[in-house]
């Protein structure tokens, strides 16, 4: 039987509720979700201002003198920081709780939320990383009202890494200031050898070690040590460079407002410390830290000595009581631009030899020419050294005045006063045991001795000899540190 006219409207009534609902469901995902969408897109803007301010700012007070004040102070700063940071981009503030721990949620593994400020954010404990979480606001809806839905809620979250250009570009070599303005210079582990850079003379000097400590650094693999440890520190901090930022002080008198100590600001990554002690004897960690590297303190395992290089040149070559040690042999000239303007005395083609290159150096000091190329920046031989205040000479603490650019050079094996049975000088041809000073300065090794590294000379550059590349930010400038979002 036909279906009558009112039976007909009946079922349109239906059919049109049903379009009805369904168009207001699609009202409901375009405008609210669109809405939403902007939302969540606005917080996680907000959350990666608050996560790379917070990384920047978490720094102690000036004059803090106690360990667990001036991590709690930077993590504090840098919480602050970011709330504000934060804050200044929502459209509504006054809805983002952050005093709720309910509305931040966990932090990730491995990191620790700030007491007393606020849940939504939380470091690492080197401070070097930095989670920040907008707290959960409800978004009311409009349309999803009319389908159940008054409200959804909204977060975003973020993570931003401290860093510093030139990473472990540092030595933990000291820089006495009576040093500071030679072309060459020694650190060696005991009395022997005493001639030449290595003399005992302070009108000549040598280097001495500092006492850095590790503060944890991914980049570099390095954990986070800031006590005791002090050979496996040393090694790690010769092989990979000082694994934090460094300030320069700026002299005396020295106020304690000036000063940031390294040890006290352990392990606060962004606390640039300026002033150091030095180390107590350089020993064995010196052939140990350029040579063959260690495992200790390290979160990749083993890692290799600073001038350690397959490709290069044997030193020595035996399995007992060390490894055999492969160095880098690429010498100073190596770097030299192929022609300086002005200065033919440093032009690459003229220069092959140790007198050949300290000429040149003297000479480019004095005119304050830039002679090298950019590759020297990634040698395993060039670094940075720090420079003392004069008035520090004497005794610890160590207030670091500036850092000097360093090229390392010759190593020495088996020493006495007055010779040495080995010795290698990148880009010096193998010529067998070495004479009496000063012809060790064209000696090379055979490679087939086991014999203790004692010594290393270095070549002492200046910043206006290098490439922006190397000196730019150079160690202690105050844009060396970096700020990335890494999740």
């Known amino acids: 039987m036909p279906m ?17 609902l369904l168009l207001m469901g699609f ?25 790379l301010a917070a990384a920047q700012f978490a720094q102690p007070n000036p004059g803090c003198t106690s360990t667990s004040t001036c991590a709690a102070q930077a993590r504090t700063n840098g919480a602050n920081e970011a709330i504000l940071v934060a804050n200044a981009s929502l459209d ?13 949620g966990t932090p ?31 978004s009311p809806t409009f349309f999803a009202k009319l389908i159940g839905f008054d409200s959804v809620d909204v977060s975003a979250d973020a993570i931003a890494d401290a860093g510093f250009d030139n990473a472990g570009d540092v030595l933990p070599f000291l820089m006495p200031g009576n040093a500071a303005g030679t072309d060459y210079n020694c650190l060696k582990t005991g009395p022997n050898p005493s001639w030449g850079a290595c003399e005992d003379l302070p009108t000549i000097g040598n280097f001495g070690a500092m006492d850095f400590f590790l503060y944890g650094n991914p980049e570099l693999g390095t954990t986070q040590e800031c006590t005791g440890a002090t050979n496996a520190r040393l090694v790690s901090n010769i092989a990979r460079g000082i694994d934090h930022p460094l300030s320069k002080h700026p002299g005396p008198p020295y106020l304690a407002s000036d000063e940031i100590h390294e040890a006290t600001m352990c392990p606060i990554f962004s606390a640039e410390p300026n002033t150091a002690n030095t180390q107590t ?22 890692y290799p000595g600073r001038i350690q290089d397959p490709s290069g040149y044997v030193v020595r070559s035996t399995s007992v009581p060390v490894p055999s040690a492969i160095v880098d042999d690429n010498p100073l000239w190596d770097y030299l631009k192929s022609s300086i303007p ?12 140790h007198p050949e290159m300290l000429a040149c150096i003297f000479s480019a000091k004095a005119s304050g020419t830039e002679i090298f190329t950019d590759d020297i920046a990634e040698s395993k031989r060039f670094g940075f050294t720090p420079e003392l205040w004069e008035a520090d000479i004497t005794g610890n603490p160590y207030h670091l005045k500036d850092y000097r650019p360093v090229y390392l050079d010759t190593t020495f094996y088996d020493c006495n006063a007055t010779t040495c049975t080995i010795s290698h000088t990148p880009g010096v041809a193998d010529s067998g045991a070495c004479p009496a000073a000063p012809e060790y ?15 290393v000379t270095a070549y002492i550059l200046s910043k206006d000899l290098l490439p922006p590349i190397a000196k730019e930010p150079a160690p202690g400038d105050d844009d060396q540190r970096r700020y990335n979002l890494s999740e």
Request: include cysteine; aromatic fraction near 6%; charge should be negative.
């Open 108 to 138: 990730p593994a491995g990191f620790t939320a700030v007491t007393g400020v606020s849940s939504c954010v939380a470091f690492t404990s080197n401070v070097g990383r930095a989670w920040v979480r907008i707290p959960t606001i409800a």
């Open 342 to 353: 002005g200065l033919p005395v440093c032009n690459k083609t003229q220069v092959d030899t």
């Open 441 to 455: 300065l064209t000696c090379g090794t055979p490679g087939t001795f086991n014999k203790t590294l004692e010594a």
């Open 92 to 104: 509504d503030p006054s809805l983002a709780d952050w005093s709720d721990p309910a509305m931040c």
């Open 281 to 302: 004897g350089v020993g064995s960690n010196l052939e140990r830290g350029l040579l063959y590297g260690g495992t200790a303190l390290s979160t990749t395992g083993a």
């Open 27 to 51: 009202a409901a995902l375009a405008i609210d979700f669109g809405a939403i969408t902007n939302e969540r897109r606005q917080d996680q803007a907000a959350a990666d201002t608050a996560a």
């Open 4 to 20: 009558s006219l009112k039976a007909d409207k009946g079922a349109s009534a239906i059919l049109i509720a049903v379009v009805m």
